[in-house]
């Protein structure tokens, strides 16, 4: 049977949903407090089970009977007060996921995130997997976790645990609401008048889950594979958002010292109205740099075709203005 953690998530549930589109079925891990996303309520072919990744032992019970387990639990925040909480999901939680997959002779497949790839090779333009994650005091506290919880998996990996691992992009899809990559269409829905100058990589979610079934199956262990459809640079992003939306793109680009003040702002707000900031200085930074990676690995061995991101971004605005409509 499979095991998949984080199935109420964005990618864990459509991961689920083409696994039993194939008449397979699967064990789904859900914390006490996480809905069922629609899509999966009504699916008989899934055994939903109540288990933290922090807690051995209930997530032990899970494990019985297991043959591959997909691993898409993971927190994703850029806010600097979340470090601790990034840190125990992330790595610890990982490593709980790797210890019992390796006790029980168990196949993973654990989703990382290029954000614990290091920067492109002196001379080179795109991100490999062959570029390493390398530590300066300007790394956010996301990038961390997700390159100690990689870390995790290649301990388990040299300890003889069959596993392969996926470097996701930014991944976009209807199914993300406002939450996560969704809050990017909605500050261009609501009217942003400001990009920046840096780029990165984007890749369906439904990409990234036909990828990892494929991976899954294909037997390929010890190594891991970039998932990412397109490079794009923020204005070529926000303008094909607000296409799909049909309101008027950012037109303004937004210097360094102009975020720097917006993520100090944002910061005193916060202290007042007790709600997190809407910008911090991570995530500033992080609109500043450019990105890009190469997605050949990943073609060259599973053959897969990526959907062009411009569909991808269109579907995904239609999806969510007929969700308002509703």
């Known amino acids: ?119 492109p090779k002196k001379g080179m333009t795109l991100i490999t997997e062959d570029d390493y994650w390398v530590y300066d005091a300007h ?27 996926v470097n996701p992009s930014v991944i976009i899809g209807a199914n993300a609401g406002f939450e996560g990559s969704g809050a990017i269409f909605k500050l261009v829905k609501e009217g942003l008048s400001y990009y920046t100058k840096g780029a990165t990589g984007l890749v369906d979610v439904r990409d990234v889950a036909t990828a990892m079934i494929a991976l899954m199956n294909s037997g390929k262990s010890e190594d891991r594979f970039i998932l990412s459809s397109e490079n794009y640079n923020y204005q070529t992003l926000f303008s094909s958002i607000a296409r799909g939306f049909g309101v008027k793109a950012p037109a303004k680009e937004a210097k360094a010292w102009m975020l720097g003040i917006a993520w100090r702002a944002a910061k005193i707000i916060s202290i007042f109205t007790g709600k997190p900031a809407a910008l911090t200085s991570d995530a500033a930074r992080s609109s500043l740099n450019e990105s890009l990676y190469s997605n050949d690995k990943i073609k060259k061995t599973i053959g897969i075709e990526f959907r062009p991101l411009e569909l991808s971004i269109a579907e995904t605005c239609t999806a969510l203005l007929n969700r308002d409509k509703n």
């Not at 210890?99 to 990382?112: A, D």
């Open 139 to 165: 790394v956010h506290a996301y990038a961390i976790s997700k390159y100690e919880g990689e870390m995790e998996v290649w301990r388990g990996i040299a300890e003889g645990l069959d596993a392969v691992i």
């Open 1 to 119: 049977m499979i095991l998949v953690t984080g199935a109420t998530g964005f990618l864990g549930a459509e991961l689920i949903q083409q696994l039993t589109r194939e008449g397979i079925r699967v064990r789904a891990l859900k914390r006490t407090t996480s809905l069922i996303p629609e899509l999966l309520v009504t699916e008989p072919l899934i055994e939903w089970v109540v288990a933290d990744i922090n807690d051995p032992a209930t997530l032990e019970e899970a494990f019985e009977g297991i043959t591959q387990v997909y691993h898409c639990a993971a927190m994703v925040s850029f806010h600097p007060k979340d470090k601790e909480q990034l840190l125990k999901i992330n790595i610890e939680g990982t490593s709980n996921v790797v210890n019992l997959c390796q006790e029980k002779g168990i196949r993973l497949l654990h989703v990382s995130s290029v954000a614990a790839l290091g920067n």
